[in-house]
């Protein structure tokens, strides 16, 4: 069974999904793939907030006041082992600091014991994220300091990493690209 519940943020309407286990999904109103395993599991779900989905909104008033929340929220990632393995490693990514796919590719086959990972394939699992702003997809940006790749749309990438101050000088948003 999964629970929802609605939340009123400066960059629009957040809907939130939880199950008994934690937090499943944060999304966008109208993002890519909202929503995506609710609808591919065919689950149940109920309008109530639960003591989890009242800590996420708790989490987020913080978050968008321009403060780091310090509050866990538990979490219950749906997706492939290498998806969850990708999205633990977004959760590790500092308040205000960025890192890259490749960054990320890098310490996945160092972890595994491999000499490369695609970043490409890091990408897709990053993109796929349930959980965003919490579990910070918004923080990995691409080479060179290309802005893409962001489920909820670049301009909300970019006004989020702003909230968290981090320094856009050296950011840009291509004018063309399959990650936009």
């Known amino acids: 069974m999964q629970y929802t519940t609605c939340y009123y943020s ?10 008994d286990i934690g937090l499943t999904g944060l999304w966008f109103e109208g993002q890519k793939y909202f929503a995506s395993h609710m609808n591919d599991r065919h689950e149940e779900h ?25 509050c866990p929220i538990p979490l219950h990632f749906i997706g492939t082992d290498f998806q969850k393995e990708v999205w633990q490693m977004l959760c ?18 160092k972890n595994r014991g491999l000499s490369h990972m695609s970043a490409q394939a ?4 990053v993109g796929h994220n349930p959980v965003s702003i919490i579990v910070p997809c918004h923080r990995v940006v691409g080479a ?22 981090v320094d856009m000088t050296a950011f840009f948003i291509p004018e063309k690209g399959s990650a936009l």
């Not at 400066?10 to 199950?19: M, N, S």
């Not at 500092?94 to 086959?109: C, E, K, N």
């Not at 060179?144 to 101050?165: C, P």
């Open 10 to 19: 400066p960059l629009g309407q957040i809907f939130l999904a939880a199950d």
């Open 122 to 125: 890091v990408g897709q699992a």
């Open 92 to 109: 590790t990514i500092p308040y205000g600091h960025t890192t890259t796919y490749g960054a990320i590719a890098a310490q996945l086959a």
């Open 46 to 70: 109920a309008e109530k907030e639960t003591p989890v989905l009242k800590k996420a909104k708790q989490w987020l008033d913080i978050y968008f006041s321009g403060k780091a929340p310090h």
């Open 144 to 165: 060179h300091g290309s802005l893409t790749g962001y489920a909820g749309g670049i301009e909300k990438k970019v006004r989020l990493l702003t909230l968290e101050n």
